[in-house]
């Protein structure tokens, strides 16, 4: 598991395996949230068998798998809502968590200045300065 925090409840990584729920959970991450499609995966990496591992271990675990086609408005409110009912620490993955990242920065346009997502999000290692056009206009639309 190679966790990136964004914030004290928001950590994103890249494919995890059920090999590292134990590490997840021992790092007291209460959620998982799969944001990677099971077709990119093979049978081991997708969604179902994540779940019963994670549930398994007493954690919450949501699927919301993610893809350019499929980053709406609706999703990005989703997301927000499950990281910010779940009962601590959430934990997002996809191939990289980039997607998680972004997903978690359009949400989080016009609450937090661009300039603190973008530094946050550079500072867990994902350059997401192509975003910064949307999200400031996310941000005008907000204010």
């Known amino acids: ?23 997840i959970a021992a790092a007291g991450f209460t959620t998982v949230i799969c944001n990677r499609p099971d ?7 997708q969604a179902a068998a994540l779940r019963a591992a994670v549930e398994a271990a007493g954690l919450t675990f949501h699927e919301l798998p993610l ?8 999703n990005v409110a989703r997301q927000r809502e499950l990281y910010e009912n779940a009962t601590g620490p959430v934990l997002a993955y996809c191939a990289s968590g980039t997607r998680c990242s972004v ?3 359009l949400g989080q346009a016009g609450d937090l200045g661009v300039d603190t997502i973008m530094h946050v999000t550079q500072e867990a ?6 975003l ?5 206009a996310l941000a005008q639309n907000k204010a």
Do not use: C, F, K, N
């Open 1 to 23: 598991m190679d966790a990136r925090t964004l914030t004290p409840r928001y950590s994103v990584s890249p494919q995890i395996s059920v090999e590292d729920v134990p590490a």
């Open 39 to 45: 077709a990119e995966v093979p049978p081991s990496h």
């Open 67 to 74: 893809t350019h086609q499929t980053m709406t408005a609706e």
């Open 103 to 105: 997903v978690w920065s």
């Open 125 to 130: 290692g994902y350059d997401l300065s192509g």
């Open 132 to 136: 910064r056009p949307t999200l400031d």
